[in-house]
């Protein structure tokens, strides 16, 4: 087989990940939005994430989790440029927190917020750790990739944070939180798979 006979089958096996880029979008703006609390912020970050994502194609291994890949870049352009700056809007009161995302109309509103205000006083560690496993759905083990971290670190933060929201929440024992939000469920269950 002839080296551009290889390079046609590899290329029909694995189809040009650029064009997957578009269905990661929802996610990427979640998890954008969880780590700098501000839309406009989030957009940025997720469009220099696609940005450098596109221009590095060639570093993404065909085959493996492209989300995971998205993620990892997104979570290092963060931090980098949190580093960079080296400043931090405070949002104690959580009122930037509140202006991210219209209020839902059902019963849970009250809840909802009481549940954005308490995400946001968790230590970012916590709060990234909870939107990767529990939001975004990825394996501790992923979570563990992405960060940087080893995977018990990555279950300790998730664990700790779970807590700590349950006692900002005010919830007893074994008390659910009352919404419908999948995603904010997913923060707060406590029974996550090992692996995807």
Do not use: C
């Amino acid at each position: 087989m002839t080296k551009d006979a290889k390079a046609a089958r590899t290329s029909e096996v694995h189809a040009d990940p650029r064009n997957e880029l578009v269905d990661h979008l929802p996610a990427l703006r979640a998890f954008a939005l969880s780590l700098t609390r501000e839309g406009a912020s989030a957009d940025d970050l997720v469009q220099d994430t696609i940005v450098k994502a596109w221009t590095h194609i060639d570093k993404f291994q065909p085959g493996t989790n492209l989300r995971a890949w998205l993620f990892t870049i997104l979570r290092n352009t963060f931090y980098s440029a949190r580093r960079k700056t080296r400043r931090e809007v405070s949002d104690t009161d959580g009122i930037h927190a509140a202006r991210q995302a219209t209020r839902p109309e059902h019963d849970g509103r009250l809840a909802m917020n009481d549940f954005r205000v308490a995400f946001a006083k968790l230590p970012d560690e916590q709060r990234e750790a909870l939107i990767l496993v529990g939001a975004s759905g990825f394996s501790y083990e992923e979570a563990a990739n992405m960060t940087g971290v080893a995977v018990g670190t990555v279950k300790s933060r998730a664990n700790r944070g779970r807590r700590r929201l349950a006692e900002l929440l005010k919830l007893e024992d074994g008390e659910e939180l009352e919404m419908t939000d999948r995603a904010t469920l997913a923060v707060m269950a406590q029974n996550h798979p090992v692996s995807r």
